[in-house]
């Protein structure tokens, strides 16, 4: 049986001290009956909630965890620098050695800037594309992900419609769609956004057409716009470079965040050549964006990406986890899919429409010691192990029995009611 | 003879990969000559940069460090943490920790909300006033910081007029100023900033006028606006509580950082219950908002703040440094002022008009190891000693005899020339 009384102690006194009892990605508002909201220790691929219970781990922080959970050489590189220098009144050599080595794997960059979150960096991506020539449009694919405040925040909340004046929503991966948008923004184009893949929550993922990739770059041209891959979900788990190398189509601003420090806070916004003067022109800060640490956490998880075959690890991991649900799901006669890179799947039931089988397959998986997201991509690290997958797969195929024996009798998932009234409410 | 070798080599190898060479408010771009632009180490009181030079550090990582530089209690925090998580799928209990003791200790408030930038604070606090009941007006004061992103930025590249639709700009410290303002948004007034005192850069620093706050207030109850006050920069400086506490006025929300987790990655926005429900309604988050590690930190810096003398140490400090610098320039007949509280001094000299005195004075007491800011509040850690002070006197009094000697010569800072002219041009 699995105890949960330290975790609901917290939350009932995270009610009376945070609105609503939790904000953001990490509150389990969302998640099915059960989930932990607190956690008490991270090592290599297991997560340990307050009540001590135990779980292999394919949230990843929701990306950081690329190499594992507490790292060595990573955390001997914390506590080096930690040692010496942090948050000063001046940045420390690690941000040099870091923006050149950004420099040196990212083949469209010249040119790097940190920051601490992801929003910070397409903010300034943003802010960059007007600056450069003072035209205003930008290009943004509908649902798509980018950030939290007001200009790219997925609820409406405390957005005004003047925060997304200019920009102009196209779906992505449609090549007309995206020349359409252009040609309305007309000679006001002054950047166009693009996630390396379609990520979008509670959807399957979609890769990208490379008709797609090259046309936004084409599209970027005619207009002389900037072209923006946002690879702060998906970077380094697609490429040792900005994920759409792989499809030859180099961008001139690329944001990355998550996995830079292998879970400490740092950020990035790249660029090439044609964006610099643009980025002198605006005037962004943060207090912490040049704090030592985390720069050092990142130059040593940049040298081990470099020298090791993490990545090619990750998808020989990623396809086993993969394959191995697939196959269950055959057996078993349930519709499951597996969407998006075997880095970074999203796990969803066809014909499920109210989720309530997806959620209670990932319910009765936690209960097993397997932590999935039912609605959000879930996350593949490099210290996953052919046994972690083995170990995984007998939670799943006892949770995929459980739903197809209970079939009849499951229920849609409260939490998402809730959240949807909330949603119409406001 | 001071060495630069490093220092000049990192910054040449900087103008390759980052923009400008550097950026935001830790670019020494409007610093004196000569003022180092890396750190290699900070204990206490004291950085040393890139070439082994030795500071006493006034600028605290501009705000963070409280305490002092790697204070024993609060990195022995940070280590045991370290040990057990920090950026993991959900927060720790350090999370609910943290608000119980931010709430305990801020008057107004009655709940917390983490993020990383205090940019992140203000622009939840815009949000929020905002989406409590659909109203757009926001009043903030000329030449105020509240951060860095495109409804703040203090500067013009990037920012499209429709990012600051609905602002209006009023006179710190003028009641008039505020309440015209407040008329001209009529029933659509949402949300008044204010800054604790007056800290704009390359200006005397004002202290609130009791009035002016309880104006704010007034007008805010007048039109069922939120009351914010911006603590990000002067918080814990002031008291241990929000710093309008000390006038007797309350706002409804106020946002907090830099000194949080005395140099670890953190700022907070704190409420009311008035502002409990609209809180709930914005949807914001970031990648390491939720990380255990910092907000062990807090803890711990929130508990010597609760059961230390640092803040009158800070204010005995600060007044020594203060009465110290002031009796020099009487005896020397120069017309130094320090403005603000004196936990937060910004020193500047009357009939200075193009700062050059200002400027002189700051690099040579640069050259002799106190590092000081010509144009920016300076800040008082608790790890400073009587014997820091005589020593910084012992600086800035030769920096002075200097400034007085060599007055008919002192050219105009070229640092600022130059940024003059890039905002002009731009």
Redesign the interface.
Known sequence: MRRNTKDAE?RE??A?????G?????S?AMMPEGY???????EGTR?T??DGNVYI?F???????LLG?RHPDV?AA?QRQ?A??????????P??QL??A??DMVSHA????FC?????AT?MA??????RQGK?KVLVAHKAYHG????N???P????P??R??LIYYDYNDPQALEDAAKQAGDDLAGIFAAPFRHDTFADQELPDAEYARAARAVADQHDALLIVDD?RAGLRIARDCSWETLGVRPDLSAW??VLGN???I?ALM?NDKA????????????????AV?MAAAVETLRIVRETDYLEHLQRIGTMFREGLLEQGRTLGLPIKSTGPATMPMVLFDDDPDFRFGYAFCQAAMERGV?LSPYHNMFINAAMTEDDIRRTLDATGAALEHVKKNRASIEPPAALAKMAALVAE?
């Not at 009376?16 to 609503?20: D, E």
């Not at 601490?116 to 910070?120: I, P, Y």
């Not at 943003?126 to 600056?131: K, N, P, Q, Y």
Request: net charge negative; charged share 15%; glycine share 12%.
């Open positions: 917290l006194r995270a009376q001290v945070i609105p609503g939790m904000y953001g990605h990490m389990t932990p909201q607190y956690f008490a220790q991270a997560i909630d307050v781990d949230m990843c922080a929701y990306g950081p965890n959970y955390m914390v930690q010496l220098s942090d948050t000063v009144t001046g940045p420390g050599e941000m040099v923006a050149e950004m420099v010249d040119w790097a800037m601490k979150n992801g929003g910070d903010t943003l802010m960059i594309a007007r600056a205003r939290a405040v007001p200009w925040t997925p609820r909340g405390g957005v005004l003047e925060d004046a200019h702060v965040g998550k879970g400490q806070p950020s660029g610099r003067e643009a980025a002198q022109k605006i005037f962004v800060t943060g207090s912490f964006w040049y704090s985390p932590y406001h």
